[in-house]
């Protein structure tokens, strides 16, 4: 019994469960607008996108985390852009800018060798979060949150219907900018501590399971936000006992429970979908 | 409930017209103009048709009235204000002609009637009685109560099309903008929602309504706007919504039948008939102003073949 409790003596393990829990709640916050508008492979995109910044904080001395930030709000400012001007798809849209960033973050480490290896940054390492980085993550993800709470209703609308966002007095670009900059600022901190693997599916599959089991936005975002939370808590948690790999287990538990949904999930399941075609059948004999 | 914002704003909109377009041209980003020097006005609390061939410019000047495109020259002003403030203070409601919206979202039919309610609410936008009750009545009026609970993507054409007209008026604007409301829509709702736009005008609010019915534009309109890129004529219903003016702004375009005495009936009365139909609903004229028989109408391109 007390062998369960032992994670909670430690305070690195405790500051490993409600960061990693709190970045696993803003996260699935995100995911939930991010599917809805095929922008879910944003995450991943941001994760390399940073590099050039980080490699650029390098070279002038400056902390990694401001050198982050500004890379990754230039490519999702730069993403949603493209896609405002163009009629390219999300998805090409996202491919072109990332690339972009990406190769040029290589090339400035290569032609300037940084002496932090890039893997850590896209590892993270949430177990050796010091005190100013958890403080850091903690302040971003709580005001991220704050803003989301109050501002959900007017973001779901220009997510769903732009001009009649217009039309009810909304400036739909404000909140756009608005929005990216939140991903912007939460990825990098999220990159920081639970590195880029995490990172990306944080950002997609809370959502995505919760899409699954229900058709109204507001309990989507409850089911994602709490599904994010858990998870994040818990595979911190187990982690402990399985030694490491942190991200790896809440990705797994997020995986588990998507797979779930995806089986039994009251309407949009397989199981149910096929159960209503059955009884369909059944009637017209 | 549909006139509660009436009672304090009908004094103040009175003085100025509630739509002003004056000397609107617009370009498309490729070059194409799809509307030359349109200038007309209208008055709070009446119901105006807006009427052409297909290309002819009804989306493109509603969006330009939305402020979605931005005139080449000349300018929009409603209720005396330019359009983007206008827009900030809700007065305006819009159904375009096809919804451009991802029909997979995750929201119900009450929940999308619920948006039209956003100007109303504070910086949380937590719904009030008074935004349920409109709600309610909105869907009650387009005959959707039924559907409420449905996700928005599983209905039919024509029910997507009533979910957001009750959307425009669970929003109550002082000025309606309808692009092609009845297109796709049964006879049944068609007459509900021209019910519905009377008793709205009686409480002062504009509507300008593009349609290809012909035939009902007589029965609900009181003022016409013709165009064909530019404007052709404009004014009330019985001044404007001539042959001549018909002709004018389709051209051979329109089908005409003409049945004259004897093959009509048999009784003494001497007028012909003539039958002008675009689509769904023929309009008819009788009597001695049916010259069409004469009409050279040649036939009217939409012209962008250029
Ligand atoms: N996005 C666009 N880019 C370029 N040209 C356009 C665009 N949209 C419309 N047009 C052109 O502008 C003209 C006016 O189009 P508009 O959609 O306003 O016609 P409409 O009167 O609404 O026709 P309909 O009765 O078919 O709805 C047409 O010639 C059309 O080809
Ligand atoms: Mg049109």
């Known amino acids: 019994m007390t062998e369960l409790l032992v994670p909670f003596a430690y305070d690195y393990m405790l500051k490993a469960l409600w960061v990693s829990a709190l970045v696993g709640g803003v996260c699935a916050f995100l995911s939930a607008f991010l599917m809805l508008r095929g922008w879910s492979l944003m995450g991943d995109a941001l994760g390399h996108a940073v590099v050039p910044g980080v490699a650029m904080a390098y070279m002038l001395g400056l902390p990694y985390a401001a050198g982050a930030f500004v890379t990754g709000l230039l490519a999702?400012?730069?993403?949603?852009?493209?896609?405002?001007?163009?009629?390219?798809?999300?998805?090409?849209?996202?491919?072109?800018?990332?690339?972009?960033?990406?190769?040029?973050?290589?090339?400035?480490?290569?032609?300037?060798?940084?002496?932090?290896?890039?893997?850590?940054?896209?590892?993270?390492?949430?177990?050796?979060?010091?005190?100013?980085?958890?403080?850091?993550?903690?302040?971003?993800?709580?005001?991220?949150?704050?803003?989301?709470?109050?501002?959900?209703?007017?973001?779901?609308?220009?997510?769903?219907?732009?001009?009649?966002?217009?039309?009810?007095?909304?400036?739909?670009?404000?909140?756009?900018?608005?929005?990216?900059?939140?991903?912007?600022?939460?990825?990098?901190?999220?990159?920081?501590?639970?590195?880029?693997?995490?990172?990306?599916?944080?950002?997609?599959?809370?959502?995505?399971?919760?899409?699954?089991?229900?058709?109204?936005?507001?309990?989507?975002?409850?089911?994602?936000?709490?599904?994010?939370?858990?998870?994040?808590?818990?595979?911190?948690?187990?982690?402990?006992?399985?030694?490491?790999?942190?991200?790896?287990?809440?990705?797994?538990?997020?995986?588990?429970?998507?797979?779930?949904?995806?089986?039994?999930?009251?309407?949009?399941?397989?199981?149910?979908?096929?159960?209503?075609?059955?009884?369909?059948?059944?009637?017209?004999? | 409930m549909l006139q509660r914002v009436d009672d304090r704003t009908a004094d103040a909109v009175s003085v100025v017209p509630a739509i002003e377009v004056s000397h609107v041209t617009v370009s498309y980003p490729n070059g194409h103009q799809a509307l030359r020097d349109v200038t007309f006005s209208l008055d709070a609390g009446g119901i105006c048709g807006l009427v052409g061939i297909n290309g002819s410019g009804k989306s493109t000047l509603f969006k330009t009235l939305m402020g979605f495109i931005r005139p080449t020259t000349g300018q929009v002003r409603l209720n005396g204000m330019p359009v983007a403030r206008a827009l900030k203070t809700n007065i305006v409601a819009y159904v375009p002609q096809a919804e451009d919206v991802d029909w997979n979202f995750p929201v119900l039919v009450e929940d999308v009637v619920m948006m039209g309610r956003y100007g109303h609410m504070g910086f949380l936008r937590i719904a009030s009685r008074a935004d349920r009750d409109a709600v309610d009545s909105a869907l009650e009026r387009v005959g959707m109560s039924a559907f409420r609970k449905r996700q928005i993507g599983e209905l039919s054409g024509g029910q997507k099309k009533?979910?957001?007209?009750?959307?425009?008026?669970?929003?109550?604007?002082?000025?309606?903008?309808?692009?092609?409301?009845?297109?796709?829509?049964?006879?049944?709702?068609?007459?509900?929602?021209?019910?519905?736009?009377?008793?709205?005008?009686?409480?002062?609010?504009?509507?300008?309504?593009?349609?290809?019915?012909?035939?009902?534009?007589?029965?609900?309109?009181?003022?016409?706007?013709?165009?064909?890129?530019?404007?052709?004529?404009?004014?009330?219903?019985?001044?404007?919504?001539?042959?001549?003016?018909?002709?004018?702004?389709?051209?051979?375009?329109?089908?005409?039948?003409?049945?004259?005495?004897?093959?009509?009936?048999?009784d003494d009365d001497p007028r012909g008939v003539t039958v002008l139909t675009d689509d769904e609903r023929p309009l008819v004229f009788y009597g001695e102003q049916s010259n069409l028989r004469h009409a050279t109408g040649t036939p009217h391109p939409p012209e962008d073949a250029a």
Not at chain 1, 146 to 174: C, Q, T, Y
Not at chain 1, 258 to 275: D, E, K, N, W
């Open chain 1, 76 to 285: 999702a400012g730069g993403m949603a852009f493209v896609r405002h001007v163009t009629s390219l798809r999300e998805d090409a849209v996202i491919g072109v800018v990332f690339t972009a960033f990406f190769a040029a973050g290589v090339l400035m480490a290569s032609i300037n060798p940084i002496a932090v290896n890039i893997q850590s940054i896209v590892l993270g390492n949430i177990l050796g979060i010091d005190d100013n980085d958890a403080l850091q993550v903690a302040i971003i993800s709580a005001v991220s949150l704050l803003v989301l709470l109050a501002k959900w209703k007017d973001l779901m609308l220009v997510f769903f219907d732009e001009s009649h966002a217009r039309a009810v007095g909304i400036n739909p670009m404000r909140l756009k900018i608005l929005f990216f900059t939140l991903l912007a600022a939460c990825t990098v901190a999220a990159l920081q501590t639970v590195g880029a693997c995490l990172v990306i599916a944080m950002v997609v599959t809370p959502g995505a399971t919760a899409y699954l089991l229900t058709d109204r936005f507001g309990r989507l975002l409850v089911i994602s936000v709490s599904m994010g939370t858990v998870t994040s808590f818990v595979g911190a948690y187990v982690s402990y006992f399985l030694d490491g790999a942190t991200g790896g287990v809440i990705v797994v538990l997020q995986t588990l429970l998507f797979l779930t949904a995806f089986v039994f999930a009251p309407r949009h399941g397989i199981l149910a979908q096929r159960r209503s075609i059955a009884t369909a059948r059944e009637q017209a004999v």
């Open chain 2, 162 to 266: 009533r979910v957001f007209l009750a959307r425009a008026l669970a929003q109550e604007g002082r000025i309606i903008l309808l692009d092609e409301p009845f297109t796709g829509v049964d006879v049944t709702t068609e007459n509900a929602i021209m019910e519905l736009m009377r008793e709205l005008r009686d409480n002062g609010h504009l509507m300008l309504v593009s349609t290809h019915n012909l035939g009902s534009v007589p029965d609900f309109c009181d003022q016409v706007v013709l165009i064909n890129k530019t404007l052709l004529a404009a004014g009330p219903t019985q001044t404007v919504f001539t042959q001549a003016n018909l002709e004018k702004a389709f051209g051979g375009v329109l089908r005409h039948f003409q049945l004259v005495g004897a093959n009509l009936h048999d």
